[in-house]
């Protein structure tokens, strides 16, 4: 149809769709399309052949219209006189265009010899003439009037301006999760709802001011309802960033001092950072010189170190003012000097700057704490027609909420059904009977059933346009999905329902699910306490999530279900008098919550936690601390209470720390760090692409990634010939790795050669740019690795440090291409791209040397110590190092640090989460019943990045450790229990998000 494939029969023209007859295409015939996408991107030929007509509201134009709302609303006969105005200038117009009209046909139908005869003609002149000077001054007097109106009405300008911005900022929400959809007329709602519960005053100023503050939190606090926690303070600082952008707030807007906060790009060649500062925090530090008012900040640090020093191990810096003359840096330069520094504090530095630049800013970043409350006030903006839609996670029950609900409001009845397969027909039928009775209605998982929700918004509109009984109300719930239709998500009100972050509160839920008076009533100590170390391990790994890679390798459904079927199965054992702690972890380990877990590793995990929990000294408080550090003062006991509520009072003690996981303290800091990191990465994401990121247009496109050309052009020359990657029967299993590898670099360099030219051509017009060239451009505007660049090796770095690493796993291939039949004197594992197929080849050599089978070996490792020029001038010979192993960079250890003199395991550093490992001794080795455990020796498994999961799994290390190991099988090794297990990983890539 957009084609226009008609064919002509006779003077008649048809069209056939596949197999069917032709139709008759009627002359009159007219095709309108309308999506309700926000941006839509349609293919170049489907913009050739329609005429695409963009009728989204802009900012101004909606300003304009809010302002009339907001006059209407505020000062009623003034927007009336405005609008008789308005109407008496279109009349007089009207009125004035019609004498002319009929003045003219009055001379065209005139006798030319008798013209000046004709009274009747002359005296319709003098009328006309009257008449024009009289609309001609009712015209001005409109006009004054008009200004004395608009005069009064543009002192409510900065109400609908307030207005318009936050409805811009809600639209853009969309591309944080699709699920966050808002429609003008929801917004308009809440926008007159907060006008009318402004507290009135007779002076306008204050009135304005008063208006403004009242929309603002009113809006936010509807939005931040059916916002995810981790979305919150998303939304919270866009709102910040953009008035301040606008001139509302007091505090300044600097352009570069924002592009700076949401990027944060490293300098890379800069002088030694101090002892006590991580490079990282150094190259940053370095780079933010570069901005007005910073250029003595690297000296100052140099000068006054250990100042500076005090103030970087601060617990929380964000509260003290900083070192020196920075004592008096306005707190947005302390953000940015935080945001260098501990990046783990800045979303606390991000609250208070909000805090501060909003008024009243502390009730913006205070949560609503009770459900119930948010769920009555939501209810009361509620109508037959607007339905709450529950946006759930694992682990969530928004269900229990509505019978709250119902119970307090007590509607003429509640259904409820969970959507599925053949659910359709039963649920049409409880909605119709519904709206027409006044029943509540509860339609759970509704994601489950995309097709069908298109009929449900249907039966909504027919709902609405007939009308029904008032007290009917309508409950969605669903995962986050791109299949729900948008216009079912604008017309609800959304509420997200996640089981709270922290761990006190996971554990008071969980005991929560378990009868009072029953729990009152059992007089058995031991049920008592193995139900209290269930809730308690239920809570940690549930809560264990929230520390992303560093908890859990998959993300597990784990839910309040797992532990009710578990109780169950503790009661049945419980009968038998003894406690079977072997078949009750099993069950529980392996079945209930190991049901949902996917990783070996995890699995192993789960175990770990049940071994030190399950056990017959839990009956005599036992510290349920799992596998303390030495010296941890830390402590949680399993009480002997006998009473529901005293339990209860002993959860407000348990201590929320990464301690109570048997984790690094630095686990928190890790977790802080991501999350400040998403946050930023998103905000950039929101950002207008068409400006710079602070909002100064940054001129000509190609220039903004010219020093990533500079870079990439520079890779042509260092590509491994050609005539060295030909097959040769005789090659070593070494040379088969360079082959493979230099081909895969080769391929590479290619595609970043092509994409940029490609790139730079369309820029200047000479192609045609394509959505993957527009992805491109962004990416590199943003100075993140391409996605078609990203897909050649996994990797958590920015763009700059990942050219740069490109740089040096391109150098290797060429310091190894002299004679790729025998491995380096040294190799860096985490340049390689299948750093496997090496490990491989080590084992393969030692299989051909000692005539082995292949499955029988595996590779062991040895912690030098040694830095890789020590051990370059201390091995000569390949022969040497053929039978004591290669030599191996590229680890950081991930959880923990390490004795370099002893070689033995310790606690990390504070604030060192990463611990590059210098070089380690590889070699394989045969499997030896017994081997490894005697020796006390840790197998920590190996990951590319810290983003772990068995797609990046790549080989098991054995690390040196004090502790008496608990041995369980692990494949052909014998793996440890130790506190390590819970934390310690080794990774290929250290951590670098900038």
């Excluded at 459904?557 to 169950?568: E, G, I, M, T």
């Excluded at 040694?866 to 190092?881: F, H, Q």
């Excluded at 033995?904 to 081997?931: D, G, Q, R, W, Y």
Aim: net charge neutral; charged share 30%.
């Amino acid at each position: 149809v957009l084609a226009q494939r008609y064919v002509q029969v006779g003077k008649k023209f048809t069209i056939k769709f596949d197999e069917e007859d032709a139709l008759e295409v009627s002359p009159k015939f007219r095709l309108l399309i309308q999506t309700k996408l926000s941006n839509p991107h349609y293919r170049p030929e489907i913009t050739a052949q329609c005429t695409i007509i963009n009728f989204i509201v802009t900012e101004k134009g909606l300003e304009d219209q809010m302002l009339a709302t907001v006059v209407e609303m505020e000062n009623s006969e003034l927007e009336s006189k405005r609008e008789a105005n308005v109407k008496a200038q279109n009349d007089n117009t009207s009125k004035l265009e019609e004498l002319e009209r009929t003045l003219l046909q009055s001379l065209s139908d005139a006798d030319p010899a008798t013209i000046l005869d004709n009274k009747a003609l002359v005296e319709g002149l003098e009328t006309t003439k009257k008449t024009a000077m009289e609309i001609e001054k009712a015209q001005e007097d409109s006009k004054k009037l008009d200004e004395e109106i608009n005069k009064k009405r543009e002192l409510y300008r900065r109400v609908a301006a307030e207005g318009s911005t936050l409805f811009f900022m809600l639209m853009q929400l969309a591309f944080v999760s699709r699920i966050y959809q808002y429609s003008l007329d929801s917004f308009y709602r809440f926008f007159k709802y907060a006008i009318e519960h402004t507290k009135p005053s007779d002076d306008i100023e204050k009135r304005v001011i008063a208006l403004r503050g009242k929309i603002r939190y009113k809006i936010f606090q509807w939005v931040r309802r059916g916002l995810f926690e981790k979305h919150r303070q998303i939304f919270l600082t866009q709102i910040t960033l953009r008035l301040m952008q606008k001139g509302v707030l007091k505090e300044p807007y600097k352009p570069k001092e924002v592009d700076f906060l949401l990027k944060a790009i490293p300098r890379i060649d800069v002088p030694k950072s101090p002892d006590w500062m991580q490079e990282k925090h150094w190259q940053l530090c370095q780079s933010l010189t570069q901005l007005e008012g910073f250029e003595n900040l690297c000296n100052e640090i140099e000068k006054n170190g250990a100042r500076f020093k005090e103030w970087y191990n601060e617990l929380y810096p964000e509260q003290v003012p900083l070192p020196s003359e920075w004592k008096r840096a306005p707190l947005f330069h302390m953000l940015l000097i935080l945001r260098c520094m501990r990046r783990d504090r800045t979303t606390y530095g991000l609250a208070k700057l909000i805090n501060q630049a909003l008024e009243d800013g502390e009730k913006f970043n205070r949560a609503e704490t009770s459900f119930a409350d948010i769920m009555t006030k939501s209810y009361k903006m509620s109508s037959p027609h607007t339905p709450f839609f529950f946006i759930i996670s694992s682990g969530s029950a928004p269900k229990k909420i509505v019978e709250e609900l119902v119970a307090q409001v007590n509607p003429k009845g509640f259904r409820s059904l969970s959507m599925g397969q053949g659910v359709d027909k039963d649920a049409e039928e409880d909605l119709k009977s519904g709206h027409k009775e006044g029943i509540w209605v509860f339609l759970e998982n509704c994601h489950l059933m995309p097709r069908w929700l298109p009929k449900l918004e249907q039966m909504l509109d027919n709902f609405a346009a007939e009308g029904g009984n008032d007290r009917f109300r309508l409950f969605l719930s669903g995962e986050p999905s791109d299949k729900i239709p948008i216009g079912l998500l604008e017309r609800c009100i959304k509420l997200t329902c996640e089981p709270p972050q922290e761990l006190k509160a996971n554990v008071s839920m969980a005991f929560k699910n378990f009868n009072a008076k029953d729990f009152d009533t059992k007089s058995d100590e031991k049920y008592r306490a193995i139900l209290f170390a269930l809730c308690f391990f239920h809570g940690l790994v549930v809560v264990r999530k929230r520390f992303g890679s560093s908890g859990w390798n998959g993300n597990y459904p784990f839910n309040l279900q797992d532990l009710r079927d578990s109780a169950k199965v503790m009661e049945t054992y419980l009968e038998g008098g003894k406690v079977p702690w072997e078949d009750m972890k099993y069950i529980i380990g392996e079945i209930m919550y190991g049901g949902h877990i996917t990783d070996d590793w995890d699995r192993k995990l789960c175990k770990a936690y049940l071994d030190f929990l399950m056990k017959d000294e839990l009956f005599e408080e036992y510290d349920l601390i799992p596998y303390p550090a030495k010296g941890t003062t830390i402590s949680f006991k399993c009480p002997k209470y006998t009473t529901h509520e005293a339990y209860f009072k002993h959860i407000d003690g348990l201590p929320e720390t990464p301690i109570t996981f048997g984790m690094s303290v630095n686990a928190e800091l890790n977790y802080r760090e991501d999350q400040a990191d998403t946050l930023f990465r998103t905000l950039q994401d929101l950002q207008p692409k068409s400006a710079g990121i602070g909002g100064d247009d940054g001129g000509d496109k190609s220039d903004k990634f010219k020093d990533v050309k500079d870079i990439v052009e520079k890779f042509e020359s260092l590509k491994i010939p050609a005539d060295l990657l030909k097959a040769d029967e005789n090659r070593s299993p070494y040379q088969n790795v360079f082959m493979q590898e230099s081909d895969r670099m080769n391929t590479l360099i290619d595609v970043i050669l092509r994409s940029i030219n490609d790139l730079e051509a369309a820029l200047n017009g000479q192609l045609t740019m394509t959505d993957q060239l527009e992805k491109l451009q962004d990416s590199l505007l943003l100075y993140r690795v391409p996605v078609k660049w990203k897909d050649a090796y996994e990797s958590c770095r920015g763009l700059i440090p990942w050219l740069t690493n490109l740089n040096f796993r391109i150098e290797q291939l060429n310091s190894w291409k002299d004679n790729p039949s025998i491995s380096p004197k040294i190799l860096y594992l985490n340049y390689l791209f299948n750093p496997q197929s090496f490990l491989t080849a080590i084992k393969q050599t030692e299989a051909q040397k000692t005539k082995t089978e292949l499955n029988k070996l595996y590779i062991q490792t040895e912690v030098t110590g040694r830095a890789p020029e020590n051990i370059e001038s201390a091995i000569d010979t390949s022969s040497k190092k053929a039978s004591i192993g290669v030599n191996i960079c590229g680890f950081s250890l991930e959880g923990c640090g390490i004795d370099f003199n002893s070689k033995f395991l310790c606690e990390s550093e504070p604030k060192k989460i990463i611990l590059p490992l210098n070089v380690v001794m590889c070699k394989a080795a045969p499997f030896v019943a017994e081997t490894k455990e005697d020796k006390n020796y840790y197998m920590c498994p190996v990951y590319k990045t810290k983003d772990r999961g068995s797609t990046r799994y790549v080989f098991t290390a054995q690390l040196k450790t004090k502790d008496t190991p608990q041995t369980v099988s692990y494949t052909h090794l014998r793996a440890h229990e130790t506190r390590e297990d819970l934390v310690c990983r080794l990774l290929l890539e250290k951590k670098n998000q900038h």
